[in-house]
Structures are given as C-alpha cells and as structure tokens.
C-alpha cells in the first residue's frame, strides 16, 4: 500500500485549505482512514478519521466544526477540508491506513509522507 498525501501550504488565519491522499496498491474500500498531525515539539495527534463507506467519522475535539473528512472510493482518495484555520493548526499532516475501526485495533498499518501546513497571523 502507497499513500500520497497532497495540498498543504501557506495560508492566513481564518482561511481555507483541503488535503489530499491518494492510496494505490489495495482495495481503497477496505481502509479506515486517518488524517495525523505533529507539530514541532508535540505528540502526534488523530485529527479525523473515517470508516469504509463514510458512514462514521471522528474528529479531535480542537477542530470540531471546522474541518471535515471526506472519502471518495471510486478515486481512492481520502480528504481533509480545513476551514477557519488557526495558527496552531501549522504541523505537518499525514495521511493513514488501517483495516479495523475503534480504539482498540493499535496503530493504523500504512503511512503516507507528509504535508506541512503553516497558518501565519
């Protein structure tokens, strides 16, 4: 499994940005997919994640209402809206794969690079 994660950048606060991750290799409809971050200094953190279909998704409580993950399984891409960003939203964003979903299935299996974000003031 390959994943390619696109569409980070420079971007004032209070505007808009939307990640892309392309997985090739396996069946895209068969992953849960994870969106990451780890800024310079910090852990990194579960941003958002989404099961086969789309029918669930979880969010980390800092972006609650403002970002949206969104999958479409006929271009085996998984996104990531950002909308209202924050300075503290700059980290580096990864993309994720795994097979299970929910707190008890480890670490997601497949990673993609990352792709930095940066939110001036």
């Known amino acids: 499994v390959q994943l390619q994660a696109s569409g980070g950048g420079l971007v004032q606060a209070g505007g808009s940005l939307t990640l892309s991750c392309a997985l090739s290799g396996r069946t895209f409809g068969s992953y849960v997919m994870g969106w990451f971050r780890q800024a310079p200094g910090k852990e990194r953190e579960l941003v958002g994640a989404i099961s086969w279909r789309g029918i669930t998704r979880q969010y980390a409580d800092s972006v609650k209402g403002r970002f949206t993950i969104s999958r479409d399984n006929g271009k085996n891409t998984v996104y990531l809206q950002m909308n209202s960003l924050k300075p503290e939203d700059t980290a580096d964003y990864y993309c994720?794969?795994?097979?299970?979903?929910?707190?008890?299935?480890?670490?997601?299996?497949?990673w993609g690079q990352g792709t930095q974000v940066t939110v001036s003031s």
């Open positions: 994720a794969a795994r097979k299970c979903w929910g707190d008890s299935c480890g670490e997601y299996e497949y």
